[in-house]
């Protein structure tokens, strides 16, 4: 495969400001796009800074002092995000999650979830508010997060071993000070609180099965993430890939894991109990088991643009249409429209490619 390398963070210039349908038929939970998948989640970025710069995900070499991140005016303020997320759940969104870049460093976001959590769902239920957060800040921020109304925490930890973890950020941040966020989540209330790890072949490979025996019991769900060919090297080479299978296998060599059901249709991560009931990983196998088909995730960048998968290239700008006074029922047209046209599935094509050419290798070698 080549080496084509998607932005994570929002620094994607292209976009569309998005049409209005004539025909706008009322909001109400049950749209759905050219594949049948309804919008059930909703991503939003509240910032593209972060303070620490993972090797995969914001390496020095791009995000370097004179780098030029988002100005002020051209983020969405808590106004316009609340209004927009308000919109997307009365289309079906029932899930919103907080992330960036590192959502922390936006300045008092507890504001902006208690106006989320007032939201409700286009049946009248609350929203299910979640953030995921690097963890550096949690332990400031966890007892204002949680009296809020946010309901659940990810964490991000890719390694126990202090020099790969350092290594990793790349701004010598300490395992102790993720852990102390961690703790700190726990303390006020959050559970079961889940520690995303990013697994880079050659890189933090070998820390697998300290992170699973460590969390171990605890309550928390560490969820080993396939490394993806998103960031902004042109580093990715599915040779850095650990398949999520692999990691299920060394786990359970030592810690014997049984296969468990979905929570819920559509979710991301394959879910692994302890055999002895001392809790559950979740593998996710975005490279080798592309779930394009239950994908039910949009994304709204910290400058307003909609994305309808994580690897599109342009956004529609719903920002545009916000600040040109567009009313309620023209912005829920035009985000009605734009899922009714979505047919993004970059990972099963992807996955797809990669086993032609695996076949393609094979009868090369005389496998
Ligand atoms: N800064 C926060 C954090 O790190 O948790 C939130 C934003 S971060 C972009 C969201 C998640 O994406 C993190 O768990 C991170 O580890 C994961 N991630 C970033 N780059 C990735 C990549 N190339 N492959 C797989 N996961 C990645
Ligand atoms: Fe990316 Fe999160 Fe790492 Fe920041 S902490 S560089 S946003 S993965
Ligand atoms: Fe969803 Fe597939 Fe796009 Fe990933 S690649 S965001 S699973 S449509």
């Known amino acids: 495969m080549t080496a084509k390398v998607i932005p994570l963070i929002d620094q994607r210039a292209a976009s569309r400001v998005p049409v209005i349908p004539t025909h706008r038929p009322v909001p109400g939970g049950t749209l759905a796009d050219t594949r049948g998948r ?145 703790d700190a989540a726990h303390d006020a209330g959050f559970a079961p609180i889940k520690i995303n790890m990013v697994v880079k072949k050659g890189v933090n490979d070998q820390d697998i099965v300290a992170m699973a025996r460590r969390f171990k019991g605890s309550g928390h769900i560490v969820r080993f993430i396939e490394f993806m060919d998103v960031g902004s090297t042109n580093g990715w080479r599915m040779n850095d890939v650990v398949p999520s299978a692999e990691i299920v296998r060394m786990i359970s060599a030592e810690m014997p894991l049984i296969e468990a059901e979905p929570n819920y249709t559509g979710e991301v991560a394959e879910r692994w109990a302890y055999a002895d009931g001392s809790g559950e990983i979740g593998v996710i196998s975005s490279v080798t088991q592309a779930f394009c088909a239950t994908c039910t995730r949009a994304r709204l960048s910290t400058d307003g643009k909609l994305y309808t998968c994580l690897f599109a290239q342009s956004g529609r700008d719903l920002r545009a249409l916000m600040r040109s006074g567009k009313s309620d029922e023209q912005m829920a047209g035009a985000i009605g429209l734009i899922w009714n046209q979505r047919e993004d599935r970059y990972s099963e094509i992807r996955t797809a490619a990669t086993v032609r050419t695996k076949k393609i290798e094979m009868s090369y070698i005389g496998g």
Do not use: W
């Open 38 to 182: 309804r919008l059930r989640d909703l991503r939003i970025s509240v910032t593209d800074r972060c303070n620490f710069r993972c090797t995969y995900c914001m390496p020095k070499s791009v995000f370097e002092r004179d780098y030029r991140f988002l100005p002020r005016t051209e983020l969405l303020s808590f106004e316009e995000i609340t209004r927009i997320a308000r919109l997307f759940a009365a289309h079906g969104v029932e899930k919103i999650r907080l992330t960036g870049g590192e959502p922390l460093l936006r300045k008092n976001l507890e504001v902006l979830i208690e106006m989320l959590a007032a939201l409700k769902t286009h049946n009248g239920k609350p929203l299910d508010l979640t953030l995921t957060t690097n963890a550096s800040l949690l332990s400031k921020k966890a007892q204002a997060f949680k009296a809020a109304g946010l309901q659940r925490v990810t964490a991000s930890l890719d390694s126990l071993d202090e020099a790969v973890f350092r290594a990793m950020n790349d701004v010598d941040f300490p395992v102790a000070d993720v852990l102390k966020g961690i």
